[in-house]
């Protein structure tokens, strides 16, 4: 599994919008083979900064979606939006043991 999370700053009108922007990137990921689940979370102490986490079954099926028409297309909807670019990292889970960390 990969999780991408997407760091977004929006304007006011950005805000009102995204609850629609990301019901048409849900859309639009449910498209494409490998995707997993999108969350949208909102950052209480910084109302202007929303996160996404957009998980994919592997690399290959997040290289896809970043790379096709429909991504451009949905990223597009919210680019004017926005107070900045969005900030954005690939992650990936890590094996945790069963034992307490040594001391």
Do not use: N
């Not at 900064?49 to 079954?57: E, G």
């Amino acid at each position: 599994m990969l999780t991408v999370f997407s760091e977004h700053y929006l304007t006011p009108d950005g805000r009102l919008y995204f609850p629609t922007w990301t019901a048409e990137l849900h859309r639009s990921l449910a498209k494409f083979d490998g995707f997993s689940k999108l969350e949208a979370v909102e950052d209480l102490e910084r109302p202007e900064r929303q996160l996404l986490w957009i998980t994919f079954h592997d690399m290959e099926s997040m290289l896809r979606w970043s790379s096709s028409c429909d991504h451009r297309r949905v990223m597009g909807l919210m680019e004017w939006k926005q107070l900045r670019k969005p900030y954005t990292q690939l992650l990936v889970p890590t094996v945790h043991s069963s034992r307490a960390p040594a001391q």
